[in-house]
């Protein structure tokens, strides 16, 4: 029998860096600051990375969980 | 444990410059006048850009919460 | 704290033309009569574009939400 | 205030001829006979049609909604 | 006012032959043994179509509803 | 008027060999262990088939009813 | 009559290596710690394979149910 639940590693790793992948297989890493039972996500300092590679600084972003393939610690 | 809600970022930034990236690869930037649990936005002075260059100027728009990838304060 | 909320927008535009721009990248305008909560519409005398030219004269059209991205004052 | 809802086109039309385009890009045009809330719809004398030409007669048919981009009175 | 729903026709066939056209572009024809509420489907004595020509026999089959386009008596 | 419901199909074919068609195009044929209201399947001796031909053995797979497309005794 | 559910697969193979076949054809590779409902899981020491190939180590990972193929234990 499990004693934990999947959204407890977001609980744990609450303002810490993290590696978001999309859907439209961009990633997004950031400071994890909120997320809601949907997996929408804000993130603090995100980077945008394409195949590793820093393509963009976004700063502060809201992203929809709907898009989300998987969250890590980064 | 977090304080905050991904949507608190929407409230703080509502009557600010937002940048919207949509699944269909188009981002639009424009004034965050109203959202709603679903994450419909409308913006006023909205402008569609396509890779950061401006598309075209659309005015006000009611923006469907599904299409959403992230949005961001610009 | 903000005092509309998105669907306002279809309330203020009722009666008026609207451009709508669906998901298979194709924009239908026309003048908004109707809307449900699932931001389905109905428009009057409507057009389909494509890149800004018109393609067909459609006249009346239910247009379901789910496939709309955006809805705008024409 | 609008007085109307959407799907009160698809009453009045009850019996007439509709076009429907679908998401596939094909539309289906008939005699409609009776629709439900998530705009499932039954046509009698279907007819499939590819780029407004006569692809194959159908018959009676039964659409799921969620396939629909549009309806409208033909 | 309509005195039918769209399902009504779904009651009428059973134990008829369908055609059922699916969203990844096959069709699949055979006699309608049952149906539910997602329109989920059980066909007997199966048949898997590519352009209206006999791909593979199936025998019995349940279909999932989403992946439905439409269903036709054959 | 029917006396049985689709998933009723699901129940006869418990412990036996069917065919699962999926989304991807890839099938799965393997033993049909347990299966919920969403059509989400357990399978034991599970293999992978591409256009009929064996592509990998997996043993025993949860299969997600959201993928599905079809399902049938093998 | 079935026993089991679906679900139990997962409760069997905490703590376990699994496998998960995503739908953008990934597969991740991982010790399972946590599932929900949504079939959302936390795997330890995850992997991500391209063709049954090690792509890269990720670590620890949340994946969300939605984009999940299959979970097999590996």
Redesign the interface.
């Known amino acids: 029998?499990?004693n934990?639940?999947?959204?407890?590693?977001?609980?744990k790793v609450?303002g810490q860096q993290v590696m978001v992948r999309?859907?439209?297989?961009e990633s997004?890493r950031g400071r994890l600051?909120?997320?809601?039972m949907h997996?929408?996500?804000?993130l603090e300092n995100?980077e945008e990375l394409n195949d590793g590679e820093l393509k963009a600084k976004?700063?502060?972003?809201?992203?929809?969980?709907?898009?989300?393939?998987?969250?890590?610690?980064a």
């Open positions: 029998m499990q934990e639940r999947p959204f407890d590693l977001l609980n609450l999309l859907k439209n297989k997004i600051v909120s997320f809601d997996m929408n996500l804000v995100a976004i700063g502060t972003i809201l992203l929809r969980g709907g898009n989300i393939i998987f969250v890590s610690p």
